[in-house]
Nanobody, 119 residues
């Protein structure tokens, strides 16, 4: 019943911007810690950003100052604003509901959205 659906990926030139969205249904979104991961070919899945139910955020060093995670509880949606995109940002970006006590230690994943940065 829990479903996460990402959108907003696409092809963008270096230095450009994209805004990813992830809508969660079937759960109490407001209590969830939400995360964005990314996975590039041949590389491990990397935690990009996280936001708690209280609005605290955390970012990978590689994206600090360029990416911003936010949430809209009324829309049960988490966003990832990506600015100043670089070639190395190319990856499949995945939305995740973190396994915390508040969520009963259950975790759910979206199917991912492709972000390609190319000139």
């Amino acid at each position: 019943q829990v479903q996460l659906v990402e959108s907003g990926g696409g092809l963008v030139q270096p230095g450009g911007s994209l805004r990813l969205s992830c809508a969660l249904s079937g759960s109490d979104f407001a209590s969830q810690t939400m995360r964005w991961y990314r996975q590039a070919p041949g590389k491990q899945r990397e935690l990009v950003a996280a936001i708690t139910s209280g609005g605290s955020t955390n970012y990978a060093d590689s994206v600090k100052g360029r990416f911003t995670i936010s949430r809209d509880n009324a829309k049960s949606t988490v966003y990832l604003q990506m600015n100043s995109l670089k070639l190395e940002d190319t990856a499949v970006y995945l939305c995740n509901s973190a396994p915390t006590a508040a969520s009963g230690w259950r975790t759910y994943w979206g199917q991912g959205t492709q972000v390609t940065v190319s000139s």
